[in-house]
């Protein structure tokens, strides 16, 4: 009977347990539904918010500084951050708070408008979709881990206005490949680069050089402040200029000059100047410093020709010169074979002379039959 008793009891547990986690799931398959549209007001602040399920697409209005959420569930759009995978925010707000983006998992690449100053902390951790994000050149300040987590961003631009940049910005971005970090910082707080073991261009303000770097800042990371490259550049745009010249150093043609990102693709046409040819018929390649000069020589066609032709003469004669020394050992050899052929035929000849007297000789001295 207690045994009875105890199975009941079991299997009603294990039916409570059931039906508890299928109710917190939400569904079989366990994945999260995208969230239908919706929108409203931002408490204590003039923005509003509207989210499209079809573009899937949040949108904020308004201006002023956007709050700081105490935590990502009291965000106004908390609902539908795992569906969001566009994010426009208006021209006239100023900052982007604390949470704000926080864990929104399809975001993929957002910009913000020049009106903001400031990003909070945690503002887009952990946004494992985002690939790329435009920061305006008035920023002043990054908070504490606000791209920490961001695994798919490849490239970050911090522009020379930024005066802070917060504990463990950057970290765990482990796809991130170049980093202009323009901003007039004062140090490198803890953890800002941990384990962004994917980094191919450092790069900071010569502003930058002898300010305070905490210990662990690049822990992990596939490059160190030491290995660093330092700018003048305000803007992070490397310069590049051609210079077409003749083969004595004097001017062509007007250079050509560009003011391109760093780490960007450049092809460059040379001009066509009448009787003459370019060493490079076309410049490319990418900017991997930010003073690139690249020099096109023009040397007279004719000239070249007559170059070219006497090359390729000289090779032809010396063949010939080979051909005639060969041909002339050939023919000595073939004479010496020829000549070593008779020889030997004669002595042979001679030889089977010989043994046909003897033969004849041996059969005369034969005694005859009786």
Known sequence: MKKKIFRAVASLVLMCILAVSMASCGNTSGSVPDA??????????SINWNYDEKSKTLT???TGAMPNFESSEKVSWYAVRHSVEKISVAAGITSIGDYAFYYSPKLSEISIPASV???????????SSLKAVTIP?????????????CIALEGIYVPAAVTSLGERAFAHCSALKTAIIMGHISEIKALTFKGCRAVETLCFNTAAQGISVAENAFEGCSKTFAAAEFTESQSGMANLTVNYVYADGTKAADSYTAELAYGSSYSVVSPEIGGYKANFLTVSGAISKFTTVVDVTYTPIEAETSAET?????????????????TVIAIVILVIVIAAIAVLAVFMIRSDKKDQKGTVRNQGNKPKKK
């Open 117 to 127: 100053t400031a990003i909070g902390k945690l503002a887009f951790a952990f946004c």
């Open 137 to 149: 050149e008035g920023l002043t300040s990054v908070g504490d881990s606000a791209f920490e987590g």
């Open 36 to 45: 239908e549209s919706a929108s409203g007001a931002v408490d204590g602040a």
């Open 60 to 62: 904020l209005t308004g």
């Open 310 to 326: 006497e090359a390729d003469t000289q090779p032809m004669e010396e063949e010939k010169e080979k051909t005639t020394v060969g």
